[in-house]
């Protein structure tokens, strides 16, 4: 934070998030002490003790708060059971929870319960596609932008594709957070909020498009990282083992 703070010019930020319930070994000396450590295929390399005290993290973000250096703290792509880990001992509780949300991945149950205990969602690539190559997954199917469901539904406004998505995110509570490298399509994106609501029987429509194509994540953390932090098994390092009491 504070080498932040230098590099932006500021003495604190509205909102800081941890990005992921995985930590990278850093090198931790000299100019690149905050650097990442790499393996021969560029992947990060993962510090799993530091990975599995994530609440730990929280913490010390915590004093951030407390020092003046942020004003809220919150979270990205945290899932139910990780986020019940940081709210059984927080004292601050996560402002937001930034996670893949479109058409593809609805996230019903993840948005209830950060509704539920007061966390606002923001929903990152709400247009789907493709992320950055090294965490891309499902790389040759297309993404919401392309469905001939959407499509319709932005003919008969009169709209985009893009505004179609972003205006279904807000209207269902969330943030939306599109990536946009023209001004064309940064215009485009804004001119969204101006727009009239979508009718609820096209909410609905858009909500089944994932049963015609099945969820989709176009995000891989399983082969970024060796386990899927969205469905924990024995190979995630950072949750306890369950531990089963039997009667004899």
């Known amino acids: ?56 993290t929280w913490k010390a973000m915590e004093g951030l708060v407390r020092a003046g250096k942020a004003k809220h703290i919150g979270l990205s792509n945290f899932s139910i059971q990780k986020m019940r880990k940081i709210l059984k001992t927080c004292t601050i509780k996560p402002a ?26 923001t929903a990152f690539s709400p247009l789907g596609g493709k992320p950055v190559a090294a965490v891309a997954a499902n790389a040759d199917i297309p993404g919401p932008l392309q469905n001939g469901v959407i499509k319709s539904i932005a003919e008969k406004h009169g709209i985009t594709p893009a505004q179609v998505l972003l205006k279904w995110g807000l209207q269902r509570g969330t943030s939306v957070i599109p990536k946009a490298y023209t001004p064309s399509h940064i215009a485009e994106n804004f001119a969204t909020l101006a727009l009239p609501n979508l009718s609820n029987e096209d909410c ?28 924990p098994g024995p190979e995630d390092p950072t949750e306890e083992p369950e531990v089963v009491l039997r009667q004899n």
Request: contains cysteine; charged residues 25%; glycine residues 8%.
């Open 1 to 56: 934070m504070e080498l932040s703070l230098k590099n932006l010019g500021l003495e604190y930020v509205d909102l800081y998030l941890m990005h992921t319930p995985v930590a990278y070994e850093r090198i931790g000396k000299g100019e690149d002490e905050w650097l990442t450590v790499r393996l021969s295929g560029g992947k990060p390399k993962l510090d799993m003790a530091l990975t599995q005290r994530y609440d730990q």
């Open 96 to 121: 937001v929870n930034q996670v893949e949300i479109h058409p593809y991945l609805i996230e019903n149950d993840l948005i209830n319960f950060c509704n539920e205990n007061g966390i606002h969602v």
């Open 204 to 231: 609905t429509t858009i909500d089944q498009v994932r049963k015609n194509e099945g969820e989709v994540r176009f995000i891989n953390y399983l082969s970024h990282w060796g386990f899927d932090i969205y469905r």
